[in-house]
């Protein structure tokens, strides 16, 4: 298959991506720099704003259930 770039670095602030998460065709991706965790639409990488700000860099994501 090929592969394509969906999110440019810059897009909606992201500097220096650390972690990636995709749940119900949202993009999660942690910006180090920032020190946040932005959102994406995940078929088409339009940013879809801040999900977190954090006070240390996000390096890991481990996805949770939402019961």
Do not use: M
């Amino acid at each position: 298959g090929n592969i394509s770039q969906l999110v440019k670095p810059g897009d909606g602030g992201l500097s220096a991506a650390s972690s990636i998460a995709v749940r119900d065709h949202v993009l999660y991706v942690g910006s180090r720099l920032t020190k946040q965790i932005l959102k994406f639409d995940a078929k088409k990488g339009t940013f879809l704003g801040v999900f977190a700000n954090l006070p240390s860099n996000p390096e890991f994501f481990i996805p949770v259930s939402q019961q």
